[in-house]
């Protein structure tokens, strides 16, 4: 009888075991089966969904806040976390094996969190760069920074749950040995408060022209990050700058002259100052019918080189091309033993270069022209042909 009952309480415990292993292969499939389905659903369903309902909105700033990168990852989230929520269903939570698991789920759902964040903060460098407000803050090497401190906390956060250590311990422990890490990180600190100083202070911004002789940069800033601003000379080579050299050194930003609307020009000719002399009375008659000048007073004296000055900046005040609002002048400087310096001062009414050197030229091919017509010599140092007699 005893048997009997032994036998049958054995075949009792086998149909239970039996049970308990038919129990945990079908929650193992139906966990995959789940964790393959949910992908599925992210990847072929809300996915191209989102995209859709964003594309029908009248905004911009929806498309590139959800935008395809920030989408997938979060939904790259969705099974791993289906996944460690139904894992104690089917494997003890104090097995080894369980352990493993979740060690290797943690590391997954780490890596993807930290994807998603950096697909965030692109979305949001984005949206700076496309708002009218934060299009002339430099705030690429910022964002490249916080990205950074992402990683190095999403590498932390690893390192502790595959040791089985707090994060705040291993930060402590990194914490003894910052002096290296300042080292290591140095560009990378340093350009980060050069990029946050050049941004509150409007010092640069991508498009600017600017030059740094020392660097040998001349040319429009065509990048900005965290460790580099990357200059294209007019000659189409690449110069790199420390972003914390523009801050430390001085460099010149043409960004005034092309929003003021005009381009100076600022060039001298040299008088010779032996053909400067007072007007004949036949030079003040030929003026006056050229309306060049006034009639002058009796026994008034006119000196050629006040008409001629005159007349330039009268001739620049009729020129089209002349800015009328930004100062027209035409001055004397220090006589030199070259002569006597006359300087136009004035405003190309545009920013282009190639028109703006056109009209440079064209203006002083016609001083030039006119100058003898005043009765005045541009002074020219000697060349071999003024000694020869035979011309």
Not at 223 to 249: E, F, G, H, M, R
Request: aromatic share 10%.
């Amino acid at each position: 009888m005893e048997n009997d009952i032994n036998a049958l309480l054995l075949k009792i415990g086998a149909g239970e075991t039996n049970i308990s292993v038919l129990r945990w292969i079908i929650m193992t499939v139906g966990t995959i089966l789940l964790f393959y389905i949910s992908g599925v659903i992210c990847s072929r369903i809300i996915i191209p969904l989102v995209g859709t309902l964003t594309k029908k909105t009248s905004n911009n700033w929806d498309d590139i806040l959800l935008n395809k990168n920030v989408i997938k990852s979060g939904c790259d989230l969705i099974p791993v976390v289906i996944l460690t929520t139904l894992l104690p269903f089917f494997i003890s939570i104090h097995s080894n094996m369980y352990t493993f698991l979740m060690k290797i789920c943690w590391v997954y759902i780490t890596i993807v969190g930290v994807k998603l964040i950096c697909a965030i903060l692109t979305a949001f460098k984005i949206l700076s760069q496309e708002s009218e407000r934060m299009r002339n803050h430099t705030l690429q090497g910022v964002f490249q920074m916080l990205k950074i401190i992402a990683i190095c906390i999403g590498a932390i956060i690893i390192i502790s749950t595959l040791i089985d250590r707090d994060p705040v311990k291993i930060l402590a422990g990194l914490g003894a040995s910052a002096a290296v890490l300042m080292l290591v990180f140095k560009d990378s600190i340093m350009g980060l408060v050069a990029g946050v100083q050049l941004s509150a202070n409007d010092m640069l911004r991508s498009g600017d022209w600017i030059t740094m002789p020392k660097y040998g940069a001349d040319g429009f800033v065509i990048d900005v990050s965290l460790t580099t601003v990357k200059v294209q000379n007019w000659d189409k080579t690449i110069t790199t700058v420390p972003p914390y050299a523009l801050v430390s050194d001085s460099f010149q930003n043409w960004r005034g002259m092309f929003e003021s609307g005009g381009r100076r020009i600022k060039r001298s000719l040299f008088i010779d100052m032996n053909s400067i002399k007072f007007v004949t009375s036949e030079q003040i008659r030929r003026f006056v019918s050229n309306r060049w000048c006034k009639e002058p007073a009796e026994e008034e004296k006119i000196v050629n080189l006040t008409v001629f000055r005159n007349y330039l900046e009268e001739y620049l005040h009729n020129r089209a091309d002349v800015n009328k609002d930004m100062m027209i002048l035409v001055r004397q400087l220090q006589p030199t033993p070259q002569g006597l310096p006359l300087e136009l001062y004035f405003f190309f009414n545009g920013t282009a270069w190639i028109d703006y050197e056109h009209l440079q030229a064209e203006i002083f091919e016609y001083v030039f022209a006119i100058l003898p017509d005043f009765g005045l010599k541009a002074f020219q140092s000697p060349a071999g042909t003024d000694f020869d007699k035979k011309t």
